[in-house]
């Protein structure tokens, strides 16, 4: 089935002129629908159904989601159609369609916005931490166990360092030896791993909604104002804490270098930037993050960026299955960056965690 054929499912409103592929995304195929006339322009995805399989809870975790913000963005006098994914029904009432084959949806289009793909100043990442903040205070009372797991155990540190346990034993890649002193340094911080899971069993923090993916390029900016407005690629919101997505968008954004890059020489801990994230995090979510929270804020970062470093090393033991690789030790290349990152936020956790107290005492 073409995706013109596709599009005639959704209640688009005109006549499609153009359908052409759009984006940076490398999970699933994105299509900028334009219509003829001067309408409203759309977005149609095809969902990857191989990492995506429970497509249908999670296309019911983006409607109930989205539902409640355009709910809450109204009541407080926003512009909800800018400031929120808008799910586009399809003509039976949908909100997604099979062909047989693959799993489609639609949004509306934002238009004149634009998507940052690097930091380029502290105020471009103070910016989208608070968009991010204020998109969990405003889902601060969202039953987060309404969800379903798209991805079980997604960020389940203890059961990341279960699977890699497995990954050394069972040495599929045989490999192991090469990566001594990697496994090394992750046994050692084996009681740091389950500091989040236990906080959130134990109930020192609150189950949230999370999102899961909180890097930069998923932050619609506004070109005439410059602000962040909408929160997009809602694929992996499920039950969590904000730590997951507070220490996601450090690990990506504080690092100064590729996330596979070679020369651990140029890789740094950028404490500006971390500052500036901390600063735009805490003014958005506002007075719904708890003091366990905003004590931990450091912590998630530290572990959340051990935790990647952990899936790459498991992946290069079990022999490149899971990430895409473009030579042998790519992922043991990724790893040493993550691990670099760990040590220096380490050496910092001190400064780290007076900054957060500071800036939440400054908003």
């Known amino acids: 089935m073409t995706r013109y054929e596709v599009a005639k499912q959704f209640c688009f409103k005109g006549e499609v002129e153009s359908i052409t592929p759009y984006g940076e995304g490398h999970i699933n195929d994105t299509f900028l629908v334009q219509m003829k006339d001067g309408e409203e322009n759309y977005i149609l995805q095809k969902l990857n159904t191989r990492i995506f399989k429970n497509f249908h809870s999670l296309m019911q975790n983006i409607q109930k989601v989205t539902q409640t913000l355009r709910q809450i963005i109204e009541n407080e006098g926003g512009d909800c159609a800018r400031e929120c994914m808008t799910l586009v029904p399809t003509l039976d009432g949908n909100f997604y369609y099979l062909d047989g084959v693959n799993c489609w949806r639609a949004y509306i289009f934002v238009s004149n916005t634009v998507v940052y793909q690097v930091i380029d100043s502290p105020a471009v990442f103070e910016n989208t931490g608070e968009a991010f903040g204020k998109f969990i205070a405003r889902l601060d009372s969202f039953d987060a166990n309404s969800l379903v797991e798209v991805i079980p155990n997604f960020h389940n540190t203890v059961d990341r360092y279960n699977k ?193 107290i500071k800036c939440k005492n400054n908003i």
Do not use: W
């Open 164 to 356: 890699f346990l497995d990954a050394i034993e069972q040495n599929k890649s045989g490999r192991k030896d090469n990566a001594l002193e990697e496994i090394n340094f992750v046994k050692e911080r084996k009681e740091k791993l389950s500091a989040i899971v236990d906080a959130l069993n134990d109930g020192r923090i609150p189950l949230r909604v999370t999102h899961n993916d909180t890097k930069i390029n998923n932050v619609l900016i506004d070109k005439a104002s410059g602000r962040a407005i909408c929160i997009i690629d809602l694929d992996t919101i499920m039950p969590g804490s904000l730590l997951y997505d507070f220490g996601d968008s450090i690990r990506s954004g504080c690092n100064t270098a590729l996330e596979d890059e070679k020369d651990l020489s140029i890789v740094d801990f950028d404490i500006n930037l971390y500052e500036a994230y901390c600063k735009g995090f805490l003014k958005g979510i506002g007075d719904k993050i708890t003091d366990e929270e905003l004590k931990m804020l450091h912590i998630g970062a530290i572990i959340i960026t051990l935790e990647c470093g952990i899936r790459f090393l498991t992946d290069y033991l079990d022999g490149d299955v899971y990430f895409k690789t473009e030579y042998p030790d790519h992922n043991l290349v990724r790893c040493h960056t993550q691990f670099k990152l760990v040590d220096l936020m380490e050496k910092q956790s001190k400064q780290m965690l007076d900054i957060a």
